[in-house]
């Protein structure tokens, strides 16, 4: 069957078969397909649309396309969180040790940031030595030894899903539930999982900005991972603000081992609320703690004891980083930054923030990559002092931007600063987790 | 403006400006939108649409993506005729010289064949010599002198449809109307015309298959026409039958020089037929003819005077062609070709013929080509004996395959029986003409 046949029959609004998935997928892997024929049934199919049996066709063809991991051999449950990417999203760097801490192996593997969103990939390179790019012998080692490890995607798992996504994001055929499914899920099933928990982001700073739309997309993953017969939840949680204070990369990791150190500023506390979320519900699915409170007791006992400290020190040290940023923090701040102050223009309540625009300022001074090619300056970032909801004096700060100079905080103080809507009337606080999806 | 963003209005069903059609013209010449790009708006447009305005701006913006020729100095008014393709549609080698004869200058830009239906420069080849590349100035040059010339498009004339045409045939986006309207008028629009006639192919034969269809793009392709200043016709003529009686390359050049020689057998008399109305319309658009009588009195004169044929001969010598063919049309007939006789199966009347798959069983043996890059062998041929409506006997011969031997003729001789369909009862005779749309 010749790609454009392929492609005329989902044009036309027909069902694709099972053998027809699966050749368009081998099309992509063997570069049989072109490119530009891949992203003509991509924007046909994001115009046709997918049923769910297509969506359930194409995640495991796109899975098949690659290795899947196995660490049955473990001897543990194996469990996993992904997020649908945000501002300040950092979770995983908490949830890991925390999950191993508590008898899971966690196999996480990883992306790098792109647009407004930051990616775990990054934040762990700004821990110096720390190496990202495991061979999959080594993911399986240190798994082994302290429970958990974090590495990039390489090549070989899911590789139908690299081209794809490349194409989706250069050809507006992103926001389509069935094709960000097949992506996200051909990944994480891949790694050989007994249970996953989602992190679906709603709001200005998330990927899918409408409540209704994040809800779709978590019950669609969800019921994709149950069908794969991994056991998989969904917590859709607040991204119309940045998750707890830090915004950028060696900053964000700053505020985790603050965290593991139960040492949390107030401006911390939702990134520890939501990690425990997370962490709770893989314990659950994972069978590991039969309720919420019992997870909970465990998360805190593994914190407070310092436990979970101990696991990313032990991680840390054997995927290459120096161990010392446990101890002092402080040395992921780098001293020689200028601080730039954003300030309120007028008096009231901030209303709004928009979290998009917020972490686009930071990605412009380096924070983050506007395209995949690009470099990041690790020690840039912000610190929110602000939050929706909160009262705010004209002149007083809402946050404090890390940049290089002056000249580098001049053109984007204006963007940070007009992403702060500031009301007469106050408005609600934000609930940071809005439902779970079971 | 990101190839993106534009791809993302149309894939939502937004109306596209004339600046953004002229943004992605622009980026398709310069090649800054990459041909995933191109395809993925193509089938945007194709499941979308483009309206009146938009496929006028689309038309425009591919005409000015080049450059357009001028034959103003040449006193003469200037018209051409366009055919959608078909099966033995050989009347462009009939038109261009009894037009020229008529006072008319044809600068007449043709293509090649492509799957299953021929093209004028290929059929042209096959006369020794003849010269399909000509310079804009050769171009030119031999207008002036005998009044018509014919070459290949230059890549200086509409360079955006070469490269959005190649892609939409590898994209399934060919069969949608505003898409082929854009792309015919922006080259013939290029010759700097007066009047233009329009040989849109409806039946089996066709690009278009169904009358309705066939219909909706002459209407579209002839108020496209007018609206840039070009008065335009289209004639709509029966493709459910090869036209005439060779299809090939030099075989259908000797049916042509016979009918310049008055010598026409009875299966050319449709082309003849066809090739007269659209000359006769072209004449009267031009205004050097006030009615269809009086242009059937000029060209019946210009044929039987044999000055036709004698513009024909000072066009071949121009063009470097052997002019030997207009007094010996049989030197273009190959003496060593295996002549196979296809036959009836059965007795009764020939009631339907499969033309595309009789064009595709041509291609098959070299008569065309199944991708642009393969070459022909114009000598192969196919001569039809019957045509729809006729009566037949079992073992009877429905036509004559010319091809280099029998192994070849093997294959495709149950391909060529199977595109006759035979039934008990006569069917009507097919009308050649089916439509003129002014």
């Not at 049923?51 to 899975?63: G, I, R, S, V």
């Amino acid at each position: 069957m010749r790609p454009q046949d392929l492609i005329q029959k989902k044009r036309d609004g027909e069902k694709l078969s099972k053998d027809e998935i699966n050749i368009f997928i081998k099309g992509v892997c063997d570069e049989t397909w072109a490119n530009y024929q891949i992203s003509a049934l991509l924007m046909a199919i994001f115009l046709r649309g997918l049923d769910k049996e297509e969506q359930n066709f194409l995640t495991a063809a796109m899975l098949e396309s690659g290795e899947t991991l196995d660490f049955s051999g473990v001897g543990k449950p194996k469990a996993d969180k992904h997020s649908t990417g945000g501002v300040g999203d950092k979770t995983s760097l908490i949830i890991a040790p925390l999950a191993a801490c508590c008898g899971i192996a966690v196999p996480m593997i990883s992306g790098r940031g792109l647009g407004h969103t930051g990616g775990t990939l990054d934040k762990l390179e700004s821990i110096s030595g720390y190496n990202v790019n495991l061979t999959t012998e080594k993911f399986h080692e240190i798994i082994e030894k302290c429970g958990f490890a974090m590495t990039g995607q390489t090549a070989k798992i899911a590789p139908a899903d690299k081209t794809i996504y490349a194409l989706r994001d250069a050809t507006a055929t992103v926001p389509y539930i069935p094709l960000i499914v097949a992506s996200i899920m051909s990944k994480k099933l891949a790694e050989g999982l007994d249970a996953l928990v989602l992190d679906v982001k709603t709001g200005s700073g998330a990927f899918m900005q409408k409540f209704e739309d994040s809800k779709r997309l978590a019950q669609a993953l969800v019921k994709t991972g149950n069908n794969f017969g991994v056991k998989t939840e969904a917590v859709i949680s607040e991204m119309s603000q940045p998750l707890g204070k830090y915004v950028g990369n060696a900053t964000e990791v700053y505020e985790c081992i603050r965290i593991l150190r139960n040492e949390a500023e107030a401006e911390m506390l939702p990134t520890l609320e939501l990690a425990v979320e997370l962490t709770a519900r893989m314990l659950i699915l994972s069978g590991v703690s039969g309720s919420i409170s019992d997870s909970r007791l465990q998360i805190s006992n593994c914190l407070e004891s310092g436990k979970a400290l101990e696991k990313f020190r032990e991680n840390i040290e054997l995927q290459g980083g120096d161990p010392r940023v446990c101890d002092e923090p402080e040395m992921l701040l780098d001293k020689s930054l200028y601080k730039f102050e954003i300030v309120a223009n007028k008096s009231g309540f901030v209303s709004e923030i928009d979290t998009c625009a917020l972490g686009n300022a930071i990605v412009g001074i380096g924070g983050g990559r506007a395209r995949a090619e690009d470099a990041i300056d690790p020690a840039v970032g912000y610190a929110c002092e602000k939050y929706v909801g909160d009262e705010i004096r004209s002149g007083e700060t809402l946050g404090i931007l890390f940049c290089r100079n002056e000249n580098q905080a001049h053109p984007i103080s204006e963007k940070l600063q007009n992403a702060y809507k500031i009301s007469e009337s106050q408005p609600q606080k934000i609930e940071l987790i809005r439902e779970i999806i079971q």
